[in-house]
C-alpha cells in the first residue's frame, strides 16, 4: 500500500501520459424535447417515465446503503425493468439488499445469483445482464468499469469514479472503450439529472448572469458514519467496512462526496481547473487515516478560480451549495438567479400544493431520475457515456486532496502523469501493514522509496 505520507516527488513522477483537454465551452439552448450536448455536456431529457420496452436485466455489485438504493431507484424507473444478480464482499450486506428488494419491491433474487468475494463482480457482469449497477467503495470503481465495459454492459456508475490518478485515467480510457461499443454509461453525479439545477444551468448558458468569472463551492456538515472495529474483523474486513473514512477506499471526503459541487462548477463553467494550492486537517476524525477539513483554490486556464470547501466535523457551521459568479449577476445553480444587489432575476417554478405553496415532494426524485435517463437512453437507442466528465470532476477532486496532503502546488498536468495508484498488495481479507496508513503530514519532506531510487538510477545510466 502506499504511504499515506505524501512527497511531491512520490507522487508526481512519472513519464508523461498526455493531459486530457479541457471541456468545450456551452453552447445556446435551442430545445430542450431531446437530449442534447451543450459543448461536451449533455442535458438529459427528464422523462417522468422511462419508456416501455423489452425487459431489461440489471445486475448490482455493492450491496450497501447506497447499492441497495441504486437497484429500488433503478426499479422505480420504468416498467419492464429487473434486479436479477447481486454481488458484494461480504454475505451480510448481500442479505440485506436481497431482503430489501424483497420487502419494498417484491423481487427475489435466486441463490445461483447471489455472489460473495472479491470477484463477486466478475460473476455478476458474466449473468445474462443488461445493465451493471457499480456500487462499491470507489477503489474499486475503475477495475469493475473495465470489467464491465468489456463485457459490452450498460452501466450505472456511481460517483466518485476513482481514488488516484491511474483510477481516473483507468475511468477515462474506458469511457472511450464505452462510446465505441454504443454502450450507455450513467453517473451517479445526479445534480446533472435534476431538473431544477438543469433549468438553471439553461438559464445560464443562454447569458443570465453574463460572462462566468469565478465560483464557490461547498460541502460543510456534520461527522459522517464510522464502523468500530469489531471482534473477528481483519484488518482487511474493518476498513471495507468502515470504506468511507480510508483514502485508498473512498478517496477522503473531498472526492467521495464533495465531487457533488466541483462537478456542478465544472459543468456550469464548462472547463476544469489546471491547478490547485490547497490546505486542510484533521481534528476529530475518530477511525481512517482522512482529513476533517479541506479549502482550495482551483486555478483555471484563463485565469479564472474556483474556490473549494469542504468538512466534516460536529458543531460547525454547515453548508452544501455551489455559487457561479457572472458578470451581470450570479447562480446558486440550484434554483435561482440573482443580481448583485441580491434581488431574485429567475427562479425556478416548483410543483404547488393544494394551498398554492412551493411542493418539492411532487417532484422526480434525482436518484430516480438518473435510472430514467439510463434506461431512457437505452431504449431510445441514443447512447450516452457520462463517464469521463465524471472521472475530470474526481481527478480534480485528488488533485485538491493531493495539494492539501503535501502543502504544494499541484497542476492537472502532474495528475495525467502521476503514478499515484492505492492499493494493497492483495485482494484479501487478513491482515494489512496498519503502520503504513498515516494521516498525511503537509509540508514533510519524506525520503524516496528503495525502488523509485533504483529506478532514478537506471535511468541515470542511461
Known amino acids: 500500500m502506499e504511504k499515506k505520507g505524501f512527497s511531491r516527488r512520490g507522487f508526481l513522477s512519472s513519464t508523461a501520459l498526455g493531459a486530457l483537454g479541457t471541456i468545450g465551452a456551452a453552447a445556446l439552448i435551442t430545445s430542450c424535447s431531446k437530449s442534447k450536448k451543450l459543448g461536451e455536456a449533455i442535458v438529459p431529457p427528464l422523462l417522468d417515465q422511462a419508456p416501455d420496452g423489452k425487459p431489461l436485466r440489471a ?15 433503478f426499479l422505480s424507473a420504468g416498467p419492464n425493468l429487473q434486479i436479477v444478480a447481486l454481488g458484494d464482499l461480504f454475505a451480510d450486506r448481500l442479505k440485506d439488499c436481497r431482503d430489501n428488494l424483497k420487502k419494498e419491491k417484491n423481487v427475489e433474487i435466486a441463490d445461483d445469483k447471489c455472489f460473495i468475494g472479491f470477484d463477486a463482480y466478475q460473476k455478476v457482469i458474466a449473468c445474462d445482464v443488461d445493465i451493471v449497477i457499480l456500487a462499491t467503495p470507489p477503489h474499486f470503481r475503475p ?16 460517483k466518485p469514479v476513482a481514488v488516484d ?23 451517479g453525479t445526479q445534480r446533472r439529472h435534476q431538473r431544477e439545477y438543469v433549468e438553471t444551468y439553461k ?7 453574463g460572462e462566468i468569472v469565478s465560483a464557490n463551492v461547498y460541502w460543510n ?22 470504506w468511507v473514512n480510508w483514502s485508498w477506499l473512498s478517496g477522503d471526503h473531498i472526492v467521495e462526496q464533495h465531487v457533488h459541487n466541483i462537478d456542478v462548477a465544472h459543468w456550469f463553467m464548462g472547463k476544469h481547473p489546471v491547478k490547485a494550492v490547497a490546505f486542510g486537517g484533521r481534528h476529530r476524525r475518530v477511525t481512517g487515516d482522512q482529513y476533517d477539513m479541506f479549502s482550495v483554490d482551483y486555478v483555471f486556464e484563463d485565469g479564472k478560480h474556483l474556490h473549494s470547501m469542504c468538512r466534516q466535523i460536529d458543531g460547525c457551521e454547515n453548508n452544501v451549495s455551489e455559487y457561479i459568479i457572472g458578470t451581470d449577476g450570479y447562480t446558486n445553480c440550484q434554483d435561482k438567479i440573482f443580481n448583485f444587489d441580491g434581488s431574485v432575476k429567475w427562479e425556478y417554478k416548483y410543483p404547488k400544493d393544494d394551498k398554492g405553496e412551493k411542493d418539492k ?13 439510463l434506461v431512457t437512453y437505452i431504449r431510445q437507442n ?9 472521472a475530470v470532476s474526481t481527478l480534480t477532486g485528488i488533485m485538491g486532496r493531493l495539494s492539501a496532503y503535501s502543502g504544494k502546488q499541484v497542476t492537472w498536468e502532474e495528475m495525467m502523469s502521476s503514478p499515484l495508484e492505492l492499493k494493497p498488495k492483495e485482494y484479501a481479507l487478513g491482515p494489512q501493514d ?29
Open 59 to 73: 445486475g448490482l455489485i455493492g450491496c450497501g446503503g447506497r447499492g441497495s438504493g441504486a437497484a429500488t431507484d
Open 143 to 158: 477495475m469493475h468499469f473495465a470489467a464491465a465495459v468489456e463485457a459490452g454492459k450498460n452501466v450505472f456508475l456511481e
Open 165 to 187: 490518478p491511474v483510477g481516473a485515467r483507468s475511468i477515462m480510457a474506458s469511457s472511450k472503450k464505452a462510446e465505441a461499443k454504443g454502450l450507455t454509461v450513467v453517473c
Open 203 to 209: 438559464q445560464v448558458m443562454n447569458g443570465a448572469i
Open 221 to 242: 456538515q456534520s461527522q459522517l458514519w464510522f464502523k468500530s472495529r469489531q471482534e473477528g474483523w481483519s484488518d482487511m474486513e474493518w476498513m471495507i467496512r468502515d
Open 361 to 373: 415532494s411532487k417532484m422526480i426524485s434525482p436518484y430516480i431520475q438518473e435510472h430514467i435517463d
Open 382 to 390: 441514443t447512447p450516452v457515456v457520462e463517464a469521463e466528465t465524471c
Open 434 to 462: 496498519m503502520a503504513s496508513y498515516t494521516v498525511p503530514v503537509p509540508g514533510s519532506k519524506n525520503e524516496i522509496k528503495a525502488e523509485e531510487k533504483k529506478e532514478q538510477k537506471k535511468v541515470g545510466k542511461k
